[in-house]
């Protein structure tokens, strides 16, 4: 899965994005996959492929 889109953001601007599925026991939310890397450039962002960090579906 790669996640692209763009924004407004300052050029260079470091993101972090998650993707969340489902809450843990005390209602916290529960990471899916993860990408600590995502940098604005010419107002576009993108995770790098494939964005699954190594996470696997159990359903």
Do not use: C, Y
């Not at 843990?24 to 576009?44: Q, T, Y």
Request: glycine content about 14%.
């Amino acid at each position: 899965m790669v996640l692209q889109g763009t924004t407004n953001l300052p050029e260079g601007l470091k993101l972090w994005v998650h993707v969340m599925e489902g809450r843990l026991p005390l209602g916290a939310r529960k990471d899916f996959v993860g990408d600590e890397n995502v940098i604005v450039h010419n107002g576009s962002i993108a995770t790098d492929p494939p964005l699954d960090g190594g996470a696997q579906r159990s359903d």
